[in-house]
């Protein structure tokens, strides 16, 4: 595979990240049909092994989700653009502290956004707690199982 179809499947990649924080946007197909078009045309058996590995994450990822209660984000009061910004902060955090710097990036993002908005710091957090038990765990377990194989597509074009 090229270095230019490499990008090309990076930045669909990054499309489906962002794609976990848009609604209406199906992120974990787009970053799996991006590990598909990775797979094809690299023929490996760690190409393969990967789309497997990503195929089995998202598929968990989705049957975590049913289970997750669905709540609504406007009934909490936050506006969208908060749980986009906090997401974005989560996928800038994972690449910069590997792995658990999706948690802490998302949610320093969304308590900076929330004291921004707010004003006080008490409301920050409470807002921010709030925010995270309507349907922040369902965003962030998604965003996760993509960072996973968003990871594992990277580890691999590394060793490859």
Known sequence: MSMMQLVVVGLVMLLGLFGVLLPGVPGPPIVWAAVLWWAMTDRSGLAWTVL?????????????????????LRAVGAPYRTLFLAGAAGIVGFFVIPVIGVLLGALGGLYVLERVRLGSRGDAWASTRTVMRAIGLSVLIELIACLVVVGAWTGAVIAG
């Open 52 to 72: 497997m590995g990503a195929t089995a994450v998202l598929l968990l990822n989705q049957a975590v989700k049913w289970l997750l209660p669905a709540r609504d």
